[in-house]
C-alpha cells in the first residue's frame, strides 16, 4: 500500500521512518517532509505539496493511490483534511474537524472534561477582556495561567505568577490580538503544581491503545529555565506515571474523554494526547491535543514494535480491538532535541549542519530531523527552530542518555544548542 504522511517536522519524519518498516508499505510520502525524510530513501519520498493545500494532496493520493493517510500537525486536522479525504473516498488517520475542537478550543476542551467528570484546573472562560481584566482585580491575586481558546502554536499560554502579568497576558491575547481570531475568547484557570507528563493513545471511537508515558521538556534552558518551546526533549516511558497511574488515567480521564465525544456527537478516532500535571491529589489534565506530541512521538516510534500501519488502518476501521495490546521494546529512549541560535525566539536558518554522518555510525541512536532541508548540492540545511530530535535507546534511563549525547557530540553548525540535562527527572 501507497501511504502519505502529511507534515514536516521531527514528528513526521519519526512517522515515515515507523510506517516504512511496515510489511504492508510499499512507498511512504513526506508532504512536504524535510531533509531527514529526503535522505532516508528506501520507500521514503518527499513530495513538495505544503500541509494545507488541501487540493494538491488530494490529486497526490488520487495519482498514487494513497491506501492510508497519517497526518502529524494540529493544523490541517483543525481546518478538516480528514473530512475532506473521507468525502473523496480515502482512508485517513486522524479525527474529524468537530472532535479536532479538543485541541482547536480550549474552552471545549473544558467542556468535555466537565461532561466526563475529568479532573482538570478550576478556570473561568471570558469572551471579553475587560470583563477578564475585572477579574483579575477582585480579591487576593492567586497565580493563575493565562490561556487564548484557539490554536496559537503553542504560545497562547501565560503562567503568572503576579496579577499584572495575567492583566499584561489578557491585554496581549485581547487588545492586541496576538494570535488573531484564536484570542476572541480566553481562559484563566488556577496555577497546578507538579510534574507534568504526555500520556497518549490511539483510539478508534470504542476501543483505546494507551501507549507508554513520555515527558517532554517544555522551557528552553537546563533546570526548566527560560521560555516556553514546543519542546527540547522528551524521553518514553516517563517513571512519573507509573503502572498503577497510568492504569488510573486511563479509568478515570482517557476512557470518559471518547465517551463524553462521543455524547457530544462528536466521535473521535485518532491520537488522543493528554498533557498531564502529576499534582498531589493525583494527575490533572492541562490540555489536550489531537495528534502525536513533538518531540514526545520521536521516543515513542524508537520503542513501538506493533506495525503502526496496522494500528492505523485498525482505527480507521474501528476495529482496534483486533490489535490487543502494543508491544513495546523493553528499553528507555531518550530523544535530545538540537535548535538554532535564537529560537524560540527570531533565529537564523540556512546554516549547513556537520556531523551527520558521524552521528550515523553511534549505535543504538537515530537522528530524527525536523527543521532541515537537503539543498540541490545534497547539503542538509537548517530551516527551522528545532533543528534535529536526537534520540538514544540504552537499557536505562542513563544508558539512552548517553547514547543520545553521544551522537549529539558529533553534529554542529552555525549557532547549534541544545539542553543537557534531558531525562534528569527521570533519574531523580
Ligand atoms: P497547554 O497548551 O494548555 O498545555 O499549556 C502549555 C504549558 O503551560 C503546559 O505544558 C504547562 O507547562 C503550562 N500550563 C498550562 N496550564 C497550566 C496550569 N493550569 N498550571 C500550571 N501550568 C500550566
Ligand atoms: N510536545 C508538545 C506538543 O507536541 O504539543
Known amino acids: 500500500m501507497n501511504i502519505l504522511v502529511i507534515g514536516s517536522g521531527g514528528r513526521e519524519h519519526a512517522l515515515a521512518w515507523k510506517l516504512a518498516q511496515s510489511k504492508n508499505a510499499d512507498k511512504v510520502y513526506a508532504a512536504p517532509g524535510n531533509g ?35 497526518v502529524g500537525p494540529e493544523v490541517p486536522l483543525a481546518a478538516g483534511i480528514v473530512d475532506v479525504f473521507q468525502k473523496q473516498g480515502f482512508r485517513i488517520f486522524g479525527p474529524s474537524k468537530a472532535a479536532a475542537q479538543l485541541e482547536a478550543s480550549k474552552i471545549f476542551c473544558k467542556e468535555i472534561l466537565r461532561k466526563g467528570n475529568i479532573p482538570t484546573a478550576i478556570h473561568r472562560t471570558f469572551s471579553d477582556g475587560y470583563d477578564a481584566a475585572n ?43 496576538e494570535f488573531g481570531d484564536a484570542g476572541d475568547r480566553l481562559l484563566i484557570e488556577e496555577m497546578l503544581d507538579g510534574e507534568e507528563a504526555s500520556v497518549l493513545a490511539i483510539t478508534d471511537g470504542s476501543t483505546i491503545l494507551t501507549l507508554q508515558p513520555a515527558q517532554d521538556h517544555k522551557a528552553a534552558f537546563d533546570g526548566d529555565k527560560g521560555p516556553n518551546t514546543g519542546g527540547m526533549g522528551a524521553y518514553c516511558p516517563a517513571p512519573v506515571v507509573d503502572t498503577k497511574t497510568l492504569h488510573w488515567i486511563e479509568e478515570r ?37 489531537v495528534r502525536f506530541g513533538d518531540p514526545e512521538c520521536q521516543p515513542l516510534m524508537m520503542r513501538l514494535k506493533t506495525d503502526l500501519v496496522d ?42 549542519i556537520q556531523g551527520l554522518e558521524e552521528a550515523a555510525e553511534v549505535p543504538k541512536t537515530k537522528v530524527f530531523h525536523a527543521g532541515t532541508l537537503l539543498d540541490v548540492n545534497g547539503r542538509i540545511l537548517t530551516s527551522g527552530g528545532r533543528v534535529l530530535g536526537v534520540t538514544g535507546l540504552g537499557e536505562t534511563v542513563s544508558e539512552a542518555k548517553t547514547a543520545a549525547y553521544s551522537a549529539v557530540k558529533h553534529i554542529r553548525w552555525n549557532g547549534s544548542w541544545y539542553r543537557k ?8
Open 311 to 352: 494500528i492505523c488502518n485498525a482505527a480507521i476501521d474501528g476495529q482496534l480491538s483486533k490489535i490487543g495490546s502494543l508491544e513495546w521494546d523493553d528499553r528507555t529512549a531518550v530523544c535530545v532535541v538540537m535548535a538554532g541560535e535564537g529560537y524560540p525566539g527570531k533565529y537564523a536558518k540556512g546554516f549547513p
Open 421 to 428: 540535562d534531558i531525562s534528569d527527572k527521570a533519574l531523580r
Open 135 to 177: 477579574y483579575l482585580k477582585q480579591g487576593e491575586y492567586i497565580p493563575s495561567v493565562v490561556k487564548a481558546d484557539g490554536l496559537a502554536a503553542g504560545k497562547g499560554v501565560f503562567v503568572c505568577r503576579t496579577r499584572e502579568e495575567a492583566l499584561d497576558a489578557v491585554r496581549i491575547i485581547t487588545e492586541e490580538k
Open 36 to 70: 531527514g525524510t529526503a535522505l532516508e530513501g528506501g520507500k521514503i519520498e518527499n513530495v513538495p505539496i505544503k500541509e494545507m493545500d488541501f487540493s494538491a494532496l488530494l490529486h497526490f493520493a488520487e495519482d498514487k493511490k494513497i491506501g492510508l493517510t497519517v
Open 253 to 289: 480521564v482517557l476512557v470518559p474523554t471518547v465517551h463524553a465525544l462521543n455524547q457530544n456527537g462528536t466521535p473521535f478516532k485518532g491520537v488522543l494526547y493528554a498533557g498531564l500535571m502529576i499534582t498531589r491529589q493525583g494527575p490533572k489534565v492541562l490540555e489536550y491535543n
